[in-house]
């Protein structure tokens, strides 16, 4: 845990109020009592440490306290105490389209760019109401859901089926004593298709919600609660809940059925109603989940203010790399952390349509505060994080067909594993059905004009199931922050077979994990030629897939196979 700085034997009091701002200053290997002695030398007040991830939490009051703290030799990167970080574009453009005065506010700077028409906004493909899914009706789904006809929208569920997670469900449906942590934008726990497997007393919410940012632009909005602290079974953007559902949304006979429908769901929230991430939660989220049991968890987002973070680039100002350093370092540790705790780490590999082990140009960065982009030129010496950090699964994400789509990112370096992410481009015209369906939060169904004053959807992007006048909702969403939970929920059934007791209930060294999420694989090859061509509205994009069948850089050493993860040998 973090410790106040009177524990440590300082007396120096929190000076909120105080003009300046809040670092955190991550400091060599056993350097903690030379650190506190430079930021006090620098002119900055020490406030917390946290000795597990090496760092202290500082107040900078003058303004030399940066310039002055770089040049010591204890010190290995500060970082601001600001959002890092953003969830994919799909919620994030959803709530823009409802909201435009807060437009380009929410926007995925790492979503390629689509012209102006039906594919525009990821997911939709027309604004008509789409029918009921009602209790007692027999749907398409009910004739041709085979095993798991128990849930009235298993027949959307392609990517079920892609995976042969509808088959798993029957033989491995995952173990109650497996926890699996979302650490994401929250999870609607009192959702009917994600409640029975709802972790409520474990969860917990690292973030305070922020009405507006610093220069008194809107952020996350209005308060939902007095504390602007929102309970743990809450999500004001619908992105968590969306990851939970595909995780672990369990088998009963209503709406869909999750890759491993018997596992817990921890909320482990680090994300701000707007989409942003700050760096303190999303470090606090995986030393919690490291402590406290958790044996997998999903990280469907990627760091900022910088979309690629460089340590020594040129282009950057010593202050801008000494953040950047700071980002790479401090989540690594958390990340190296957890890991060493029993926690497996799955993460998205992103939505920039970009080889990852090639990067040139960033036009994105620093995105925060706004309005200070500026292109610069980058190198593979640039990392994402966390998804090229040390340790993590990074999932690239795959369409109906198979192939990897459009806006995934990619690398040989980078793409471990695949799965479906949903592409409403992979096929004839634009389709939402070639999208991932799973649960969402009514209020931002409401919040988002997706469905009417009756609760009736407004569009094809939306379904409403129904049973004994409860009704629920889900929402058709792309990206590889959808293909990641997936890769998550197999995990959880490997756990689930092969955990032994351990904190929390059940226990799983990542490394074993990891290797036979590889060895259960389906493998892919590159496809043929390498150099695979999207055309889409007239418009023509190449990527170039490098490797072999065993590892490549679309698929990396396969597709995910929940089938296969239900049934391999020990």
Known sequence: MAIPLAACGSTQPRLDSSPGTDYLVFYAAGGQDKA???IETSGGRPLSTEPRLGYVVAHGVVASFLETLSNDKAIVGISTDRPIGFTSAAVQQQWAAAHPEWAGDHVDARRPSLPEGPA????????????DVAAGRKSASRKTAGKNALEPLAARQWDMK???????????????KVLVGVIDTGIDGKHPDIAPNFNR???????????????????????EVRTCQDPVDADDDGHGTHVASTIGSPINGKGIAGVAPNVQLVNIRAGQDSGMFFLKPSLDALTYAADNGIDVVNMSYYLDPWLFNCPNNKADSERERLEQRGIITGMQRALD???????????AIGNGSTDLGRPRKDEQSPDYPKNTERTRAIDNSCLNVPTESEGVIAISGLGPSGRKALYSDYGVEQTDLSAPGGDVLDGGGVSTSRSILAAAPTAVMRATNKIDAAGRPKTTEVVRDCHGGQCSYYQYLDGTSMAAPHATGVAAILISRFGRPGPGGTSMDPASVERLLYSSATPKACPVPRAYKYRYFGQEET???EGDTAKNGFYGRGVINAYKAATIAP
């Open 36 to 38: 506190l002695e430079a």
């Open 120 to 131: 525009a906004r990821t997911g939709t493909t027309s604004t008509a109401a789409a029918p």
């Open 543 to 545: 990527h170039v897939c």
């Open 201 to 223: 007393a474990l969860s917990r919410n690292f973030v305070t919600d922020r009405p507006k940012d610093p220069n008194g632009q809107p952020f996350d909005g209005p308060c």
């Open 337 to 347: 952390y957890a890991r060493s705790k029993g926690v497996t780490l799955i993460a």
């Open 162 to 176: 892609m995976i042969g997670a509808d088959r798993a469900n029957t033989i491995a449906p995952g173990d109650k």
